[in-house]
């Protein structure tokens, strides 16, 4: 009977040996899992090439953006003066161009016409706003290109007679400097008399916004006004 519980026992340790020898050689070889170096190559290739798109799409949002916003900056610029201009010259009379930007006192009421560059001169008019004796102010525009840049600026007659407020340091700019308008034509006609033709102004502004070709935004506008009360 005794050596029957040994033999037992010693079978029953074997066992235990066998199935702890095969668990450990198990959780051994569970440990060896993992990448090869193929592996490791090929997943780093794929990640490098998402990530070139994804920045080259980062940074096209990022131009686009930067395009829109010159193209805002001409918009809103280039609209400010022409709006100002044909507002003025609506309700105005005695449309004329000027060479540079001495504005005389008077303008003549019939006779003038010109057709061709406004760079350098001034289109100048009696508009509809009065000093205290009831006399039609002088508004004028001048395209200035002394500084090798075309700019619009705007001065504004303070009392009949005088030119005073037309000198040229009272023209104050209209487009901000970040936008460069780089042709003016301009065409006016006026009635030869009472009898008409209708005075007219037709003005069309060729430029750019922005500094860098990835940026840059190319505008080309033209807006007519005719004289409201002419007759």
Do not use: W
């Amino acid at each position: 009977m005794f050596t029957f519980i040994q033999k037992y026992i010693r079978v029953s340790a074997q066992k235990n040996a066998q199935e702890c020898a095969q668990k450990s050689t198990h959780t051994f070889s569970d440990t060896q899992g993992g990448f090869t170096l193929i592996e490791i190559i090929v997943s780093l290739a794929i990640f490098a090439v998402v990530a070139v798109v994804a920045v080259g799409a980062f940074l096209k949002i990022i131009d686009a953006n930067k395009k829109s916003q010159t193209l805002k900056t001409a918009i809103n610029n280039v609209n400010f003066a022409l709006e100002s201009m044909t507002r003025e010259m609506r309700v105005g009379s005695n449309y004329t161009l000027i060479n540079g930007n001495g504005v005389p006192s008077t303008l003549p009421a019939y006779g003038f016409s010109y057709s061709g560059d406004a760079s350098g001169k001034t289109i100048a008019f009696v508009s509809s706003k009065t000093d205290a004796s009831g006399c039609g102010l002088i508004h004028a525009y001048y395209f200035d290109n002394s500084t090798g840049k075309l700019i619009i600026s705007k001065a504004s007659q303070t009392a009949c007679g005088s030119a005073a407020g037309l000198g040229s340091s009272e023209f104050i700019p209209l487009i901000s400097a970040d936008v460069t308008i780089d042709n003016a034509y301009v065409k006016i006609v006026t009635a030869n008399s009472s009898a008409g033709p209708q005075p007219r102004m037709s003005l069309r502004l060729r430029g750019h916004s922005g500094t860098s070709e990835k940026t840059k935004t190319l505008f080309d506008v033209q807006t007519t006004v005719s004289q409201r009360n002419a007759f």
